[in-house]
């Protein structure tokens, strides 16, 4: 906890604000590669030819051709917003203007490349009910039977002879808030990141203009769908959410950013000097690699010898999970 830069969390903090004020679009293409790996020419290669062929030829072309759900991926995210994505991500995507196409940037699974499609203001949560008619092939109705009776129920519920409350418990499909009268608690837009047909149905309900108004039956993969606007609350104040967006700053990747900040600051103070020759020789002697750094090594991974200046050194005390060489 004391290993922070607090400068530097207070302006993540505020980056992390200014960020979930917005939503952005994207879509995206993504050529894997593990996270050791360091020979990346082929890959980044790969990955700069799929740009210029998303410049050239369009999202869909690119997507029915190059996209395979295991090495490659060329994904429609639709909406996000900060937290959403790991951070270098997120970096790419606010830092990419509307309809521009962002620079190959890595992360953990690889390197990717996106188009921003819109950037619009953060539209709050909402509380909505949810009618649902499962129709076509995977229910006991068809699709004509089930606009049919989506708009019986629709009709009803606008006469003022039946609520929506009601009728969700009578006649809906959708068992997670059939049983609550249709209710669905608060929702975000964009916490639906990749569902495309979850977002659009959503954003329904966000532009009914009053409370309580329904949205026209509409149909998805699922079936027939009614919403019905309960509420909707907008994006709170910074005051009021800074201290839980701390909380997140501090358990998001983007705490490193920090915690290096107060090491650097550190190390200056001190005359700190990395001397290379050893750290490559001990990175090498003991099959270390970057997992060390990251908390994430595993001890059973150290040989249980070393050679230093021609003399056997064993691993001999425990500190942790991770054995320690005594010299």
Known sequence: NYLTDNKVTDALVQEAYDRISYDVNARHILVRIE???KDTTEVYNKILGLRERFLNEGFDKVKTSAHNGNTVFVEDLGYFSGFKMVYEFENAAYGTPKDGISDVFRTDFGFHILRVEDIRQNMGEIKVRHILIRSGANANVTVEEGERKINE???KITSG?????????????DFSSKYNGGLIDWLTVNQFVGDIERQEWLSRAFALEKNGDITAAFKTNYGWHLLQKVEVRPLSSFDVIKNQLKTKVQQNQRSQISIDSLVSKIQRA???QLNQAIYDFLMTAMSLDSSVSKGTFKSSNLPETITINDKLVKKNYKFHDAELYRF
């Open 35 to 37: 996270e050791h790996e």
């Open 153 to 155: 129920i629709r009709e």
């Open 270 to 272: 001190e005359g700190y």
């Open 161 to 173: 002879s039946e609520t929506f409350e009601s009728m969700a418990r009578i006649h809906s499909e």
